[in-house]
């Protein structure tokens, strides 16, 4: 199966707070998990990414932690801050198949 | 600012019409991918060119085509087409075709009315 199911649809966190987003997929050939930020009128912006080689992966205020035996990947946002107000996007890439699943996407709002 | 850049940032039009998207990657990226984002189908890989040649399809109509020149920037033709056609259309960039690292311009708006 290609799904990749992103939850929860929307986010509501208070400033400071951490905001978390799941993702699960279903296709072990998958071999790359980017996250993506996307504004209001703005095309997708890369955040982080992590292959399966690794359980976690940290830039800044953003963690990814992977799961591979759930298939299952999240992102974290510690002290999460108004500007990270924003629909996060993740996805999985069989780079080996040309395959890319996005989520759904998650709005997340931060209350300041 | 991603450094892809996308043309036009708007367009109009009717049913049955056909239109050009145009992409222009980052400096030194190869590889060119064309998405379309709408409301209820969220972001959709449509196809992906690497040096001119495709590379891989996603979920594109036959009414949709698609072509990378030799100086790597890419068009998305659009034809014959419907309401649903109606979505935002990113075209994003790698420098590698192994579809990581993707840097996504501002997107095309097409209304079809």
């Known amino acids: 199966q290609q799904q990749v199911k992103q939850s929860p649809q929307s986010l509501i966190v208070q400033k400071g707070g951490i905001s978390i987003i799941n993702c699960a997929y279903e296709?072990?050939?998958?071999?790359?998990f980017p996250w993506y930020q996307q504004f209001p009128g703005k095309g997708p912006a890369l955040l982080i990414a992590?292959?399966?080689?690794?359980s976690e992966k940290k830039e800044g205020r953003f963690t990814i932690s992977f799961n591979k035996s759930a298939k299952q990947f999240s992102l974290h946002i510690m002290d999460s801050q108004p500007g990270d107000s924003a629909t996060y996007f993740c996805?999985?890439?069989?780079?080996?198949?040309?395959?890319?699943?996005f989520g759904a996407g998650t709005r997340l709002f931060v209350k300041a | 600012d991603s450094g892809v850049t996308q043309t036009p940032k708007h367009l109009i039009t009717a049913t049955g019409q056909r239109v050009t998207l145009r992409c222009s990657p980052r400096?030194?990226?190869?590889?060119v991918y064309w998405y379309q984002q709408s409301l209820d189908q969220g972001l959709q890989f449509l196809i992906q060119?690497?040096?001119?040649?495709?590379?891989a399809k996603g979920n594109i109509l036959e009414r949709f085509s698609a072509q990378q020149f030799p100086d790597l920037h890419s068009e998305l033709n659009l034809s014959s087409l419907e309401l649903g056609d109606s979505a935002l259309y990113f075209c994003?960039?790698?420098?590698?075709?192994?579809?990581?690292?993707?840097?996504f311009g501002p997107g095309t708006r097409l209304t079809v009315l």
């Open positions: 994003a960039s790698s420098v590698s075709p192994q579809m990581d690292e993707q840097f």
């Open positions: 296709n072990t050939a998958f071999d790359y």
């Open positions: 992590i292959r399966p080689d690794v």
């Open positions: 996805a999985a890439v069989n780079t080996g198949g040309f395959k890319t699943i």
């Open positions: 400096s030194g990226d190869l590889s």
């Open positions: 060119y690497y040096n001119g040649e495709e590379r």
